[in-house]
Structure formats: structure tokens, C-alpha cells
């Protein structure tokens, strides 16, 4: 189900960006497949607070890839962002993800985009946080804004609803259509 976001005075979340752009067996197109990996989660412990609705994104850097289907879901659990990352992995791989080649067509990506307020800078203890490529994405950060338009990036201190309004030009970006 997708909610709406509720006012400012929520504990910082964890957040997960997802994305995929080819099908999977047997887990079926894209958008069936991030819908599987949320079930997968919560399986596997992730309790799922929130998600966004889906989005059809031009992939980044422009290339004749699929377009993506894209979301983002805030996320409650126990584990610690190392162990989180690593079960977002292991989730990737169940799904077929297979890392070979940066930016390439993928059945499932999953990726910690924010844990709380922590802070973790290139040279630290994997991963970095927040996620240091979601500034200037519109993949991310209009679902972000969607869900969570107060979520303040701990570095630069502007809200998700800022970030996504000054995205540049040029990004494509839609509602899945149901």
C-alpha cells in the first residue's frame, strides 16, 4: 500500500531506493519484481513502513537501456547499515542481480539510501550515508518526496521536497500507470 507522508515530527528514517529493468524468473517484468523484493524483505525481517508509488525513469547516464521502474520505501529494522546492505545484496542476488559492469541493465537494484541520521564518508566503513549519487537523481529523490518530503539530508540540511524541486532539467520521470 502507498501512503502518504505525515508530518515532520518522525524519528529519521531508513530509506531504500529500488529499481529494475529487466525481467526476472520467476519473478516476472520490473515492476513485479520490485513488489516481490518487498516481500522478500519482509521475510527476511525488513518491516516495510512505507513505499512510494512506482515510476518509470530514462536510465542514468542516458544509453537505449529499458527505461527502469523505480521507488523508494522507508524501512524499520534491527540490523546495523552494514548488515543491512549486505541482506539488500543477498536479496539482489536471489533476484538474479549479477554485478558486472557499472551502470548496466539490472533485474533488481537495491540501494540504502539513507540510515537514520548517520553519516559515512568515502574512506569509512562501507557504505557511504547517506547514498552519495541520489543528490541530482530524480529516480530517487521524487519518491523520496513523495513519502517523505521532510526527510532533511544530514549534510546539506535541505528537505527531500527541496532537493527534488531543484533537480535539473532533463530528467525523465513518470507515474507507472496501473
Known sequence: MVETASPASKP??????LGANLPTKPFGPPRAALESALAELERRGVGILRRSRWYESAPVPVSDQPWYVNGVAEVETALGPEDLLALLHQ???????????VNAARTLDLDLIAYRDVVRREGGPPPVLPHPRMLGRAFVLVPLAEIRPDWRHPLLRRTAAELAADLPQGQAIRPVQD
Open 12 to 17: 529519521s528514517p531508513i530509506l531504500i531506493a
Open 91 to 101: 536479496v539482489e542476488a536471489a533476484f538474479g542481480r549479477v554485478r558486472r559492469e
